[in-house]
């Protein structure tokens, strides 16, 4: 019993001083960036070159991650509504993620609940064969959804 104790103790004392980040999951990332570029027209715009009202189908990997809960997400679609033009839409967005987390329970049966918020969007490049990025689209977001627990 008192080498549980000791082994516990130990590997507290080593989180506390290594510091254990929290790392936003990536079907947190793939679900509110789809999410968004789904409803985001001017978004779906910019990056297919003609007039749409979001993307469709699209499909969200992340290809890098930052400190902070940051990083670049590759986004591929479908224009949505759109008259001609492109119908696969490529692009790379860099994005930013906060949270919130709330401890309830007594205090043996404790539970923590962290939610996830996507802050900010960037595209930062485009891929759509044709279609040139005319300098960055930047927006903060404002979900009134929660994007994840």
């Not at 290809?63 to 509504?81: D, P, Y």
Request: hydrophobic share 35%; proline share 3%; with cysteine.
């Amino acid at each position: 019993m008192m080498n549980r104790s000791l082994i516990l103790a130990l590997a507290l004392g080593a989180l506390a001083v290594t510091g254990c980040k929290k790392q936003v999951p990536t079907d947190i990332i793939q679900k509110s960036i789809t999410y968004h570029v789904r409803q985001d027209a001017k978004f779906a715009t910019v990056v297919c070159g003609v007039t749409a009202k979001g993307l469709s189908g699209a499909v969200v990997t992340v290809k890098s991650r930052g400190e902070n809960n940051t990083g670049v997400a590759h986004v591929k679609g479908t224009s949505l509504f759109a008259q001609g033009g492109n119908k696969t839409c490529d692009a790379d967005l860099e994005f930013a993620y906060s949270f919130k987390q709330k401890t309830t329970g007594p205090s043996r049966n404790r539970r923590t609940t962290t939610t996830w918020y996507l802050d900010h969007l960037k595209l930062v490049a485009v891929q759509t064969p044709g279609v040139t990025l005319n300098g960055p689209v930047d927006e903060d977001v404002d979900d009134d959804e929660d994007d994840g627990k």
